[in-house]
T-cell receptor, first 117, second 109 residues
């Protein structure tokens, strides 16, 4: 199947610092990647859609200057949480869309748990 | 009103039971339907996807779509404790998926 990795799997950082999360499609090329955040016992909240070589499209209410997304290649997208604060603590999950199957299914990474102290 | 409504659960069943997980939707543009399974503290895993109305079977799992009623279901036969997870339905019509809030299932040995 299509495999998506994320790194790191968990990170603890101090308030005010920046954290970068990487999302890679390991065995396929992903023209589109998505970034979600998820709070405990809640569903996925789409933050932004990232297309290779172009600027990310952010969902309403998501601060683009705070959550920087770069889709540098067909296999790599990064999310940088800038000037992190405790309220940014969450589970961040990326997914990638592939042309396999019928092209609408998404394959998810294992997630990154961010704790800001 | 949300575009996708998923039976909230939680659902608790004995091992071996048949489980029915359900979602309704309001957007007629949705043409593609998916089910994901998410274990605690993990990313969602794609279980099944389908395009047309009708049933699609994969082992113990059957996905059912009724476009006329805007209703989809996932059936799990002979449920196992390892099926305990949160199940998310998802739908797409333009390449971006809309997810249900998930139903948490517990299968008791």
């Amino acid at each position: 199947g299509a495999v998506v990795s994320q790194h790191p799997s968990w990170v603890i950082c101090k308030s005010g610092t920046s954290v970068k999360i990487e999302c890679r499609s390991l065995d396929f090329q992903a023209t589109t990647m998505f970034w979600y955040r998820q709070f405990p016992k809640q569903s996925l909240m789409l933050m932004a859609t990232s297309n290779e070589g172009s600027k990310a499209t952010y969902e309403q209410g998501v601060e683009k200057d705070k959550f920087l997304i770069n889709h540098a290649s067909l296999t790599l997208s990064t999310l940088t949480v800038t000037s992190a604060h405790p309220e940014d603590s969450s589970f961040y999950i990326c997914s990638a869309k592939t042309n396999r199957g019928f092209g609408y299914e998404q394959y998810f990474g294992p997630g990154t748990r961010l704790t800001v102290t | 009103q949300k575009e996708v409504e998923q039976d909230p659960g939680p659902l608790s069943v004995p091992e071996g039971a048949i489980v029915s997980l359900n979602c309704t939707y309001s957007n007629s543009a949705f043409q593609y339907f998916m089910w994901y399974r998410q274990y605690s503290r993990k990313g969602p895993e794609l279980l099944m996807y389908t395009y047309s109305s009708g049933n699609k079977e994969d082992g113990r799992f059957t996905a059912q779509v009724d476009k006329s009623s805007k209703y989809i279901s996932l059936f799990i036969r002979d449920s196992q404790p390892s099926d305990s997870a949160t199940y998310l339905c998802a739908m797409s019509g333009d390449g971006k998926s809309t997810f249900g809030d998930g139903t948490t299932l517990t299968v008791k040995p």
